[in-house]
T-cell receptor
Framework: DQQVKQNSPSLSVQEGRISILNCDYTNSMFDYFLWYKKYPAEGPTFLISISSIKDKNEDGRFTVFLNKSAKHLSLHIVPSQPGDSAVYFC???????????FGAGTRLTVKP | AAGVIQSPRHLIKEKRETATLKCYPIPRHDTVYWYQQGPGQDPQFLISFYEKMQSDKGSIPDRFSAQQFSDYHSELNMSSLELGDSALYFCASLDRKTGANVLTFGAGSRLTVL
């Protein structure tokens, strides 16, 4: 049962434009959401997170939006840069046992 | 700061052999996750452990087993290796007791099955 879903396996955008990566979840027990970024041959690294009590968190070019009623979150990258090309994973934490669930990832390609 | 240590970094095995990968989490982290990333594929969750007990199970084959030891390090044992097991295996750790939210990943162990 995949509780965290990233329905777009890949996304391609032009440098300087906005990248929007989406994530949907089904479990109402998630209380914290995170985005990880992964380059080839490296382990994923933490990018940005948001608590379920908020609807937006911003860190430089990266903004995460949370829509609890729709059980949807998104990561916005503005402006996109070629160095942002990577696989992005959405993750969610279960509040009752702190276990983590990951989405399958979205491969972002930013073209110069 | 200490990170997640995985060993070996590279491993070459023949078909039908056995391989063991090790993961040493960040000190005081009580939770370990294992992921498998095949060539050209995205990482797939295999299994996780919390306080030495299996916490969650993903797409781990029956030929694979894993455990977390008293010092919280974890080992992934793979038997009857197949060509399709060639992949990068990532381990990640988390201090679940503190309610920490961010997994820290190791650099991965690359297994090649010939």
């Amino acid at each position: 049962d995949q509780q965290v879903k990233q329905n777009s396996p890949s996304l391609s955008v032009q440098e300087g434009r906005i990248s929007i990566l989406n994530c949907d979840y089904t479990n109402s027990m998630f209380d914290y959401f995170l985005w990880y970024k992964k380059y080839p041959a490296e382990g994923p690294t933490f990018l940005i997170s948001i608590s379920s009590i908020k609807d937006k968190n911003e860190d430089g070019r990266f903004t995460v939006f949370l829509n609890k009623s729709a059980k949807h979150l998104s990561l916005h990258i503005v402006p996109s840069q070629p160095g942002d090309s990577a696989v992005y994973f959405c993750a969610a934490r279960l509040y009752n046992n702190n276990d983590m669930r990951f989405g399958a990832g979205t491969r972002l390609t930013v073209k110069p | 700061a200490a990170g997640v240590i995985q060993s070996p970094r590279h491993l070459i095995k023949e078909k039908r052999e056995t391989a063991t990968l090790k993961c040493y989490p960040i000190p005081r982290h009580d939770t370990v996750y294992w992921y498998q990333q095949g060539p050209g594929q995205d990482p797939q969750f295999l299994i996780s452990f919390y306080e030495k007990m299996q916490s969650d199970k993903g797409s781990i084959p029956d030929r694979f087993s894993a455990q977390q030891f008293s010092d919280y390090h974890s080992e992934l044992n793979m038997s009857s290796l197949e060509l399709g097991d060639s992949a990068l295996y990532f381990c990640a750790s988390l201090d679940r007791k503190t309610g920490a939210n961010v997994l820290t990943f190791g650099a991965g162990s690359r297994l090649t099955v010939l």
